[in-house]
């Protein structure tokens, strides 16, 4: 007997610009299942993640997919047939639905689910599929939920949840359209964080169990030694988006009155305002270093802390659900400073030792203020340990991902056999 199929549904992945998050999580998913991945987003198709050998990239379907989005007669008939459903879901949202980006994201995302639905009703059925692994609580899983209801799959369904699939006060207005019918429909949902499993159930009690949490992970490696000359040297490392909030760190920096590098890793449409706050920091500061490094794939980051002096980690976003970015950091025992939002506290408090949180509404001030504390009594040096041990006991890829794939094997296992 071979082993069960899983048609995993992801923006990008394995192409550039892809969930590198899931570079090893296939891997082990690959020790239990026989793989089919649909990259449902994809408009490049250069493969930049390595596969299992025999996991199968379904690019003819991501390539229909990429032209229904291109042509406007198909998108004009997604967004037609939609429109049923599109306005019985704003009748129950219509605070947030008649906002214009909460009626266009509703639309849209119904518009996609719609086209992509038989596509995976097609591939599950001639390839014989298990399990449908949405890896976003978007709308590939609203696609999923779709596709087994219309068409009549025996697949079972599963989603991941992470920040703005979950969280509708992390998206403007603060909606996530058909949330309620893909929780009420899909089989599982995995979140990544304790806070998140948690707000999925306070909202929708009835379906609590199908609720749990399955932590993200980063691969193990050299421990960062930190700076020795003197300079103290920061680190951020996220898209340039508003919700980021990168500014506050140019900002607070033109506050210190010591020796410090700042880094910033990530690029976006933030950047010219970044720029400008830098450059008038620089002018007001002159004793300090910034470079905006641009982009950079979760590899190159990870070398980075492999080759470079890193003293301190900085994420000040408004919104979050687990940075894969501080498990990053602290995988290479460097401590953070970051807002107390989403499940950020989950990794960064004052119990586990890993690093500082600060209130998500903080000001530059604020920031200047605890990075010149960190600084002076050398906390920083004392946090590091602490930090790898955090990463090790709760982040360890080979241990998360491992259990996650088990997990799944096992579910898809016994529930086939109920429903036989």
Partial sequence: MGKPRILLLTATFPYRSGEPFLEQEIWALSKFFDLFVLPCGATSFEQIYPLPEDAVILEAEAKQIRNCKRSLLSLAKGLSSSAPEVFEEGANHLGTFIHPKGFARTYWRAARARFIAPLISRVAQETGIDVIYSYWMSYQALATVKAVKTFGLKSLTLTRAHGSDLYHYANIPPYCPFQEQIIREIDRVATISNHGEEYLKA??????????????????????????????????????????????????????????QWTHIGDGPEMPRLSSIVTRTLKSNPGISIRLAGNMDNRDVLRFYDSNPVDLFANVSASEGIPVSIMEAISRGIPVLATDVGGTFEIISSNLGSGWLLPSDLDSKDLAGLIKEIKTHRSHIAAREKAFKTWETLFNANKNFDAFAEWLFEFTRSESRDRE
């Fill in 203 to 260: 909202r929708y009690g009835q379906f609590a169990e199908k609720v749990s949490t399955f932590r993200l992970g980063v691969p193990p490696g050299p421990a960062n030694k930190g700076s020795k000359d003197g300079v103290f040297r920061i680190i951020s490392c996220s898209a340039l988006k508003p919700v980021k909030r990168v500014h506050l760190i140019a900002e607070a920096l033109q506050f210190a009155d010591f020796p410090l």
